[in-house]
């Protein structure tokens, strides 16, 4: 080939690895762990062959790849035990704990020059859910009551009294019975709370190894950002470790964004067979 017709190579050697745990610690307590890394085999860039390619491409592999992105989140959810507690036993409540660690890397430059990932960094990001779970079933509570349950499935009128019949009829409930029917549509109950947090912060120099950490990093100053920790001091932090770009070109800003949603859904039966959501 002549100048003019060298040959372009194009080469796309992908390593992805998804890992993914469930811990049941007790019969309330669980937790999940669930991680994705995005890597890439990087090739010589020039025609396949020979044993020195074949040689690069393992040492590559043995070293997993170069990373692009690395994502893991993980979850713990208790199950408070109210059904101990004979009355709250028609009530549940679950709280859950999810937090979330993600790392994107920065371009990295060609034959060998700085790019990026050199100069600016990579972008890192982190955030936690806070989350209350509520769960009433008034029909529980209903059958807990002998009164209630007669309000709700009344008995049969009796005939009209014989007037020389002397012993006294039951008093006339027709109109407590229809508030106490009326209030008795509403079957059940949910709530639900969430507090959701979130941190992104650019010019971060260094690259995982294992679970969201670099070997020989610094643990006790990253570990809470990993486990999703919202304190804005780890910027400070970061940069005393030496883990920030010091480029004057670095513009990417240190975000913190909070959401908080609070839900209701409430399911009425006006009569048998009719039901209506409310949300």
Do not use: H
Not at 107 to 129: S, W, Y
């Amino acid at each position: 080939l002549t100048d003019a017709q060298t040959a372009i190579y194009e080469k796309s050697f992908i390593f992805i690895r998804n890992y993914s745990l469930l811990w049941n610690f007790t019969k309330s307590l669980t937790g999940t762990y669930k991680a994705d890394a995005y890597a890439v085999i990087d090739e010589p860039n020039r025609a396949p062959g020979g044993q020195e390619y074949k040689d690069t491409i393992t040492a590559n592999l043995l070293k997993m790849g170069r990373l692009k992105t690395f994502e893991q989140n993980y979850n713990l959810n208790y199950k408070l035990p109210l059904d101990k507690i004979k009355i709250l036993s028609w009530t549940t409540m679950d709280y859950t704990y999810s937090a979330g660690y993600g790392w994107v890397s920065g371009a990295i430059g060609a034959n060998g020059a700085l790019g990026q990932r050199d100069t600016l960094g990579n972008a890192i990001r982190n955030k936690c859910d806070n989350s209350i779970t509520a769960k009433i079933d008034l029909d529980k509570l209903y059958s807990k009551s002998k009164f209630l349950m007669e309000m709700k499935n009344p008995k049969p009128e009796l005939k009209k009294p014989n007037p020389k019949d002397t012993i006294p009829q039951p008093p006339n409930r027709t109109l407590l019975k229809a508030a106490f029917k009326t209030l008795m549509m509403i079957r059940n109950a949910n709530l639900t709370y969430t507090n959701s947090q979130s941190t992104t912060m650019g010019g971060y120099t260094q690259i995982p190894t294992y679970l969201g950490f670099k070997n020989n990093q610094n643990i006790e100053k990253m570990a809470p950002f990993v486990l999703g920790s919202q304190n804005a001091d780890f910027r400070t932090d970061a940069a005393k470790q030496g883990w920030i770009s010091t480029a004057r070109s670095l513009n990417i800003l240190f975000m913190q964004n909070t959401t908080q949603n609070l839900t209701a859904r409430v399911n009425v039966e006006p009569f048998r067979d009719f039901k209506i959501v409310l949300e």
